[in-house]
């Protein structure tokens, strides 16, 4: 559409109306990028997508438009460039673990990664918890990184997806993050201008996932997995388990320091462990490293065992502006909450069920998300030692312990946690990853 004739107000129509065009949203991805579509239009827009869903047809051209409005890297490397994203939990700090574990089987893996989106925390808010890291790097830096390190992780940069950065500030503060078409075009758009061989995508599915029900979940994956292979970049998924927070932790340099104790073997939390071989496992095979996702999962797991992924982490770390000696030290480095709490059950029983998005959403009003666009995170909040299905809990055994800024926002958090576990019989056991779609 040339840009003269371009007018936002009608694409919003056209969506409203279920009669969303190719090229109408594809002139709004670029109008998104350059200005011309306002955060009041980019807003409606969401929210019309969201409530009336676009067709396949439109949802790719969307995903694409939104991709081409910035930067695609080309990438030449003597490994293959791959990555692995998720479509949003809590507690979900994988990308740290899988990251150098990927790098040190052969991979490449340039990372753009998102911040906390609604109810669910973000990898580059977890890495600023660790003080100097610096998540906004030039595109040439994120290269030289890249090959230096073997991995980086960083936001995308003004190049990368502009019309998504902005798009994805505008859902997160318009309730407009729970879409299909939205979450593709969003997670796509930077996985594919990132110039990636192979992409593994982790699908939530759960209380805590954005689509909690399982049918979404499949809706979900499908339409990631068939866009991406689409335009040329391999790729399956994983449905996963998020119907509780993924681990022991959910709050910034919580997670961060429950990561540093898996890489370094002081105190592993065999989930993140679990789940990263599976899903490092899958993309290692899709890209060649390994003959299937299987020989690829034993792969991950020696890469963690070793020791060699924390010590692949540290390199990161520092390249990017954080201590060197984050690894031996993390400890010291990571600031403790001042109000520090066990979150008591209210009575000896069994958890039952946990409502995740709750707990997701206390972290926030800790102050460990954003209410809205702009605010600062505090990196010292969120929950430690959460209890799971099927634990025990009562008199001495905590639902968890809260880490909060103050006494009136740690007994508000305590109030939310409680009202987020349910407790009785303990249930059967649910599978950590569900479903696999290729
Ligand atoms: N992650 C993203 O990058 N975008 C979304 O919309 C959801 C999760």
Redesign the pocket.
């Known amino acids: 559409m040339p840009t003269g004739l371009f007018d936002a107000r009608a694409v919003i129509e056209a969506v409203r109306d279920r009669r969303a065009t190719v090229e109408g949203v594809a002139a709004f991805a670029a109008g998104l990028a350059d200005g011309r579509v306002t955060d009041a239009q980019a807003g409606a827009f969401a929210m019309a997508v969201l409530l009336n869903g676009v067709s396949e047809e439109v949802r790719v051209a969307l995903t694409r438009a939104m991709r081409d409005s910035g930067d695609v890297m080309r990438w030449d490397l003597p490994g293959p460039a791959i990555d692995k994203h998720s479509?949003?939990g809590v507690g979900d700090s994988i990308s740290l673990l899988l990251a150098p574990a990927l790098a040190e089987c052969g991979a490449y893996v340039p990372m753009v990664s998102?911040r906390g989106?609604g109810h669910t925390g973000g990898t580059l808010d977890k890495l600023e918890s660790i003080p100097g890291y610096g998540v906004e790097v030039t595109e040439a830096r994120f290269h030289a990184l890249v090959a230096e390190v073997g991995c980086a992780i960083v936001s995308a940069t003004g190049r990368i997806a502009p019309a998504d950065k902005r798009l994805?500030a505008i859902?997160d503060v318009t309730g407009t993050?729970e879409s299909v078409d939205?979450?593709t075009a969003?997670?796509l758009s930077?996985k594919l201008a990132a110039g990636l061989d192979a992409l593994v995508l982790d699908v939530k599915v759960g209380s805590g996932a954005?689509l909690p029900s399982v049918q979404q979940a499949q809706a979900l994956a499908h339409a990631l997995v068939s866009t991406a292979n689409g335009a040329g970049c391999k790729t399956s998924a994983l449905i996963t388990d998020m119907d509780r927070p993924l681990a022991l932790t959910a709050g910034n340099g919580l997670e961060v320091a429950e990561v540093m104790d898996t890489l370094t073997g002081r105190a592993v939390t065999p989930r993140l462990v679990d789940l990263t071989c599976a899903l490092g496992g899958e993309v290692l095979a899709l890209c060649g490293l390994a003959d299937d996702a299987g020989q690829g999962a034993g792969r991950i797991r020696a890469a963690l065992d070793s020791g060699a992924a924390a010590e692949r982490f540290g390199r990161m770390v520092a390249a990017q502006g954080g201590p060197a000696d984050f690894v031996s030290r993390y400890a010291d480095h990571l600031a403790p909450a001042p109000v520090i709490r066990d979150v008591p059950a209210p009575h000896a029983a069994s958890v039952v069920r946990i409502d995740t998005r709750a707990v997701g959403t206390a972290v926030v009003h800790l102050g460990g998300g954003r209410m809205k666009g702009g605010d600062a995170v505090d990196p010292r909040v969120g929950f430690s030692a959460l209890a799971a299905p099927g634990d025990a809990v009562g008199p001495g055994a905590p639902l968890a312990r809260v880490h909060a800024a103050d006494d009136a926002s740690a007994e508000r958090a305590i109030a939310a946690l409680q009202a987020a576990f349910v407790l009785g019989e303990a249930p059967a056991p649910v599978p950590l990853v569900q479903e696999r779609v290729a």
């Open positions: 479509t949003g998102g989106l994805y859902r993050v939205l979450i969003s997670i930077k954005f």
